[in-house]
T-cell receptor
Framework: GAVVSQHPSWVICKSGTSVKIECRSL??????MFWYRQFPKQSLMLMAT?????????EQGVEKDKFLINHASLTLSTLTVTSAHPEDSSFYIC?????????????FGPGTRLLVL | GQQVMQIPQYQHVQEGEDFTTYCNSS?????IQWYKQRPGGHPVFLIQ?????EVKKQKRLTFQFGEAKKNSSLHITATQTTDVGTYFC???????????FGTGTRLLVSP
């Protein structure tokens, strides 16, 4: 089946630093990837849709300059949290849409837990 | 914007009891998906429903899509401890690419 990986799985950083999270589709090409954020015991909130070769589409309320997304290839999208602050601490999950004929299944990566001190 | 609500938020059952979670969208959906997220894990795709009134079964799990394509349900028969986790529905509105996740129902099963 379709596998999506994320790296790193855990990040602890100091306030003010930038953190890059990678999302890779391992056995399929994904023209579209999605970045979600999840707070403890809450639902997934879509942050942005990452399109290969073009600019990401951000959801309302998500700062583009704060959360930089790059989708440089069909198997890799990156999310950079710039000048991270404690309120950015969260579980960040990416997903990729598998190119199946009859379904629009999204396969999720294992997530990245970010803790900003 | 489109909102997807689930009830109940939380349910604690004894092993062997049945469980149902309900999903309601503020707008008509083109399809609905269900995901399971284990504690500390990531969402795992369970199923997708597309047709009005569609019912699908996966072993002890029964999924239903409402006639108006605005609601859905997941029913688990004879729960097991391995069913523990949070169940999310996720709906895609007609003409929209974005998948909107429901608020989730957290299931706890005691042996």
């Amino acid at each position: 089946g379709a596998v999506v990986s994320q790296h790193p799985s855990w990040v602890i950083c100091k306030s003010g630093t930038s953190v890059k999270i990678e999302c890779r589709s391992l056995d399929f090409q994904a023209t579209t990837m999605f970045w979600y954020r999840q707070f403890p015991k809450q639902s997934l909130m879509l942050m942005a849709t990452s399109n290969e070769g073009s600019k990401a589409t951000y959801e309302q309320g998500v700062e583009k300059d704060k959360f930089l997304i790059n989708h440089a290839s069909l198997t890799l999208s990156t999310l950079t949290v710039t000048s991270a602050h404690p309120e950015d601490s969260s579980f960040y999950i990416c997903s990729a849409r598998a190119p199946e004929a009859h379904q629009e299944t999204q396969y999720f990566g294992p997530g990245t837990r970010l803790l900003v001190l | 914007g489109q909102q997807v609500m689930q009830i109940p938020q939380y349910q604690h059952v004894q092993e062997g009891e049945d469980f149902t979670t309900y999903c309601n969208s503020s707008t008509t959906l083109s399809n609905i998906q269900w995901y399971k997220q284990r504690p500390g894990g990531h969402p795992v795709f369970l199923i997708q429903l597309v047709k009005s009134g569609e019912v699908k079964k996966q072993k002890r799990l029964t999924f239903q899509f409402g006639e108006a394509k605005k609601n859905s349900s997941l029913h688990i028969t004879a729960t097991q401890t391995t069913d523990v986790g949070t169940y999310f529905c996720a709906g895609r509105g007609t003409g929209f690419q974005k998948l909107v996740f429901g608020t989730g129902t957290r299931l706890l099963v005691s042996p």
